[in-house]
């Protein structure tokens, strides 16, 4: 039917059986929408929330980012926990250190850390890059990778805040996906 001779093994049919299902386990991972894979429970502040409560919120509930959103739950902006640091007078993580040299320098230089006053509108980050739920995780990645950022908010068309997209997210996707394969006796 081919108008040729082919020469296919057994073995090569194996193969080929392989890695069709390898690329088709990639296309569906990266066509996931955003909107079946994002944090839905947000914790969000307002901009007039006290810099001492935020900072609660981020240790409490174990994150470290919080949309800032109006009445309507549309997204102002965000504090992170690194802007926490910058405000109290903690140098950031440099990235040629390594994490352990970040954490050395801020304990040694506890007597000029100073407890952050004022509001959320204060420190937070304005300027924020969002996602829609109908987006690819490959679209978040690119962005999260673009913009050099840990964390995405996902928004409607009016900017409401609807979830949010983290690394560790990515991760856990990332994980799932190699352990259903396992699973099924893959």
């Known amino acids: 039917e081919m108008d040729t001779f082919m020469d296919v093994a057994v073995d090569d049919l194996l193969e080929l059986n392989r890695k069709a299902a390898k690329y088709a386990r990639h296309r569906r991972t990266e066509s996931l929408r955003i909107g079946n894979l994002m944090t839905r429970d ?3 502040v307002t901009s007039d929330t006290s810099l001492a409560e935020a ?3 981020l240790v409490t509930h174990r994150i470290s980012g919080l949309p800032v959103v109006d009445a ?3 997204l102002l902006g965000v504090i ?3 802007d926490f ?3 109290m007078g903690v140098p950031s993580h440099h990235p040629t250190h390594s994490l352990w040299q970040t954490l050395e320098t801020m304990f040694s230089h506890q007597p000029e850390i100073r407890e952050p006053t ?3 509108a204060d420190l937070m ?3 924020v890059v969002t996602v829609k739920p109908e987006q690819t995780l490959h679209d978040v990645i690119e962005v999260m990778k673009h913009n050099r950022i840990k964390r995405v908010v996902v928004c409607d068309d009016e900017r409401r805040v609807l979830g ?3 690394r560790s997210d990515l991760v856990r996707v990332f994980f799932d996906r190699i352990r259903r394969p396992q699973q099924d006796g893959g």
Do not use: P, S
Request: hydrophobic share 45%.
């Open 42 to 44: 947000v914790v969000t």
């Open 55 to 57: 900072a609660h919120l």
């Open 72 to 74: 309507e739950q549309r």
């Open 80 to 82: 992170t926990e690194a």
């Open 85 to 87: 640091l910058r405000a």
């Open 118 to 120: 004022g509001t959320v």
């Open 125 to 127: 980050i304005q300027n």
């Open 164 to 166: 949010m997209i983290t």
